[in-house]
């Protein structure tokens, strides 16, 4: 029937113009992010961001070698990856930072740190890659490509966040480089606050 057929024409001008658009989000998104993770995390936020761009350098690898198409789904599935690359950053250095109030040393809160993030991290990525698995199996064309980079940068991501950034931290470690997790006025920023979720939660 007439009503259940539709054409879409899309010229290569209007295709340009969304690739150039989702390039230019993708920069501006990972700008915002490195500049995020150094002013608020100091020297550990450096060693979080090259962990993410290791992140994204062997992600657009591995979808070079599926053959993937790098559309504007596939690009908001890179900026997604970056997100819980992020996230998985920022959960491990805000328990390192814990850790060190509690007066460990900083070699033992790392340690302490990434041991008590991991389980926080597997939770997070798992039950995103559930969705993504659902978008790949039951997704048609974008969506589907979609599903395709957010699994696989989910998979980059835990990668880099819980084994590469560590093996950063060893390595600065074992060559005496000083490592903080904050400045004078990030350390504290949001020690006094206190908001009652509960009870404000109509």
């Known amino acids: 029937c007439e009503m259940c057929i539709r054409d879409r024409v899309i010229g290569p001008s209007l295709g340009k113009e969304s690739i150039k658009a989702?390039?230019?989000?993708?920069?501006?998104?990972?700008?915002?992010?490195?500049?995020?993770?150094?002013?608020?995390?100091?020297?550990?936020?450096?060693?979080?961001?090259?962990?993410?761009?290791?992140?994204?350098?062997?992600?657009?690898?591995?979808?070079?070698?599926?053959?993937?198409?790098?559309?504007?789904?596939?690009?908001?599935?890179?900026?997604?990856?970056?997100?819980?690359?992020?996230?998985?950053?920022?959960?491990?250095?805000?328990?390192?930072?814990?850790?060190?109030?509690?007066?460990?040393?900083?070699r033992l809160a790392v340690d302490e740190g990434y041991g008590h993030s991991y389980n926080a991290i597997i939770d997070g990525n798992l039950t995103t890659m559930l969705v993504g698995i659902a978008l790949m199996v039951f997704g048609l064309g974008p969506i589907q490509g979609f599903g395709v980079v957010l699994v696989a940068g989910l998979f980059t991501s835990m990668f880099t966040a819980v084994l590469v950034s560590r093996v950063l931290f060893d390595s600065a470690f074992n060559r005496n480089i000083a490592i903080n997790f904050g400045n004078n006025i990030t350390n504290n920023l949001f020690k006094n606050i206190n908001f009652d979720f509960i009870g404000k939660k109509k």
């Open 22 to 106: 989702g390039l230019m989000s993708l920069a501006l998104g990972f700008t915002m992010v490195f500049l995020f993770m150094v002013l608020y995390y100091n020297r550990s936020g450096v060693i979080a961001n090259i962990a993410m761009l290791l992140n994204l350098f062997i992600l657009v690898c591995v979808l070079i070698g599926m053959g993937t198409s790098f559309t504007l789904p596939a690009m908001a599935g890179l900026l997604l990856t970056l997100a819980m690359a992020v996230d998985a950053n920022v959960i491990i250095n805000e328990r390192v930072r814990e850790e060190v109030k509690r007066g460990k040393g900083l």
